[in-house]
């Protein structure tokens, strides 16, 4: 479960119920997507540029700062990755 911290400027800090599930047991293919997903949502709202991901570092995930330039090896299978 996804759970928004707190807003600092263009920065949106949120943090899951199961860090190590994130961190230790979604593999690395899963915990990009999913971190991925939940930057290209948060940045979809006006005023938001980055999310700061809140969560211990692990093996395939760690805390950290993260924008839709973040993900460029997702640009080919998304049409529009511009913010409109």
Do not use: N
Not at 46 to 55: G, Q
Not at 71 to 81: E, K, Q, R
Request: hydrophobic share 35%; with cysteine.
């Amino acid at each position: 479960m996804l759970r928004v911290v707190s807003t600092r400027r263009d920065t949106v800090v949120v943090t899951v119920g199961d860090p190590s599930h994130l961190t230790q047991r979604m593999g690395t293919t899963g915990a990009t997507c999913y971190v991925a997903e939940v930057t290209f949502s948060m940045t979809s709202m006006d005023e938001v540029d980055y999310i700061w991901l809140d969560v211990p570092d692990g093996d395939h995930a760690g805390p950290g700062r993260f924008g839709r330039a973040s993900f460029p090896h997702l640009f080919p299978l998304i049409d529009h990755v511009e913010k409109k």
